[in-house]
C-alpha cells in the first residue's frame, strides 16, 4: 500500500535561516500532496499542498516543490521565525483509492 | 459554523469495554475520516469515507469499526477496547478526497 516516509524526524534551526523537509512516496499514482503543521496540543492545520500536475507552489515564505519522476515533495520554510516551531507533516494520496497517508511528522525549533 | 466536532475531548476506560467516538461536520462535506496519533508514528488512518453508506479500511483499522449512515456523522466504535489503542484520535473531513482536510480537536483516549 501507500507509504510516506519523511526526513528529518527533528530540525533546529536559527531564527532567519530556511528549513527543508523531505518526503517520499511509494504510490506513483498519488496525485494530491498537502502539508500540515500542528502546535502542541492543538489539531493538525494545513499550511500548504500540491497537486501532481504543478512542480512547485509558493505561499509567502513558504514553498512546496515536487519532483513525481522521483516521488519526492519537499516543504522550504525561509525566513523561519519562532512562530513557526511545530510539528509538520507531510502526506499522499491518489484519487482511485481515496486514502491519505501521512509521513511520521517533523519538529521543527526555530531558535530566537 | 461550527465545523468538525469531536466529541468526548477526554475518556478513560477499562480494557474491554466499548465505547463510541462521535466526529459531527456541518461544511455538508463528502469525505470524513479517521487518525489515531501516537508519540513518533504521525498521523495513521483507520477508517475513512468517500460519502453517505460508504466506508474502507485505512492503515490500522483492526478493532475499529465505522459506519456512515449521514452525511454530517461519521462515528468511530471500539469493539473491545485494549492498551495498545491508548492515543489521541482525530476526525477529519474535506470537500473530497484532493480537498484540505479539516481537522477536528481530538479525543484524548486512556485505556487501562
Known amino acids: 500500500g501507500e507509504n510516506v516516509e519523511q526526513h528529518p524526524s527533528t530540525l533546529s534551526v536559527q531564527e532567519g535561516d530556511s528549513a527543508v523537509i523531505k518526503c517520499t512516496y511509494s504510490d506513483s499514482a498519488s496525485n494530491y500532496f498537502p502539508w500540515y503543521k500542528q502546535e502542541l496540543g492543538k489539531r493538525p492545520q494545513l499550511i500548504i499542498d500540491i497537486r501532481s500536475n504543478v512542480g512547485e507552489k509558493k505561499d509567502q515564505r513558504i514553498a512546496v516543490t515536487l519532483n513525481k519522476t522521483a516521488k519526492h515533495f519537499s516543504l522550504h520554510i525561509t525566513e523561519t521565525q519562532p512562530e513557526d516551531s511545530a510539528v509538520y507533516f507531510c502526506a499522499a494520496s491518489t484519487r482511485n483509492t481515496g486514502k491519505l497517508i501521512f509521513g511520521q511528522g517533523t519538529t521543527l525549533q526555530v531558535k530566537p | 459554523n461550527a465545523g468538525v466536532t469531536q466529541t468526548p475531548k477526554f475518556q478513560v476506560l477499562k480494557t474491554g469495554q466499548s465505547m463510541t467516538l462521535q466526529c459531527a461536520q456541518d461544511m455538508n462535506h463528502e469525505y470524513m475520516s479517521w487518525y489515531r496519533q501516537d508519540p513518533g508514528m504521525g498521523l495513521r488512518l483507520i477508517h475513512y469515507s468517500v460519502g453517505a453508506g460508504i466506508t474502507d479500511q485505512g492503515e490500522v483499522p483492526n478493532g475499529y469499526n465505522v459506519s456512515r449512515s449521514t452525511t454530517e456523522d461519521f462515528p468511530l466504535r471500539l469493539l473491545s477496547a485494549a492498551p495498545s489503542q491508548t492515543s489521541v484520535y482525530f476526525c477529519?473531513?474535506?470537500?473530497?478526497?484532493?480537498?484540505?482536510?479539516?481537522f477536528g480537536d481530538g479525543t484524548r483516549l486512556s485505556i487501562l
Open positions: 477529519a473531513s474535506s470537500r473530497d478526497r484532493e480537498q484540505p482536510q479539516h
